[in-house]
């Protein structure tokens, strides 16, 4: 098991900066990928950034140049956020993406946290 703990949202004008944290506890060691989604009210989870243990950072074109993604080996990921805008607002998720092993296969498998709230408003 994996458990993911978000904080660092909170209400921030527009063109304000904030930075979100995620802690990683448990089999911290079988990650092979963390972090971020977001869902605003009405609309389906989506990704913000994901940066794999291996290979490219992927960021939502939406926050390319704006967001920056960065990871603490594998007991927590943070999610930079700069020149916010109302369109930002949204809970976001801390994402892990692990791999196991049962009866001789492979598996993977994602864990989510609770969640942080950020609001961009004036």
């Known amino acids: 098991q994996v458990y993911l703990v978000e904080s660092g949202g909170g209400l921030v004008q527009p063109g304000g900066s904030l930075t979100l944290s995620c802690a990683a506890s448990?089999?911290?060691?079988?990650?092979?990928?963390m972090g971020w989604y977001r869902q605003a009210p009405g609309k389906q989870r989506e990704l913000v950034a994901v940066m794999p243990n291996s290979g490219s950072t992927d960021y939502s074109d939406s926050v390319k140049g704006r967001f920056t993604v960065s990871r603490d080996t594998n007991t927590g990921v943070y999610l930079q956020m700069n020149s916010l805008k109302p369109e930002d607002t949204a809970v976001y998720y801390c994402n892990a993406e692990t791999l196991f092993s049962s009866g001789g296969r492979s598996y993977g498998k994602d864990y989510w946290g609770k969640g942080t709230q950020v609001t961009v408003s004036a």
């Open positions: 448990g089999s911290v060691s079988t990650i092979n990928l």
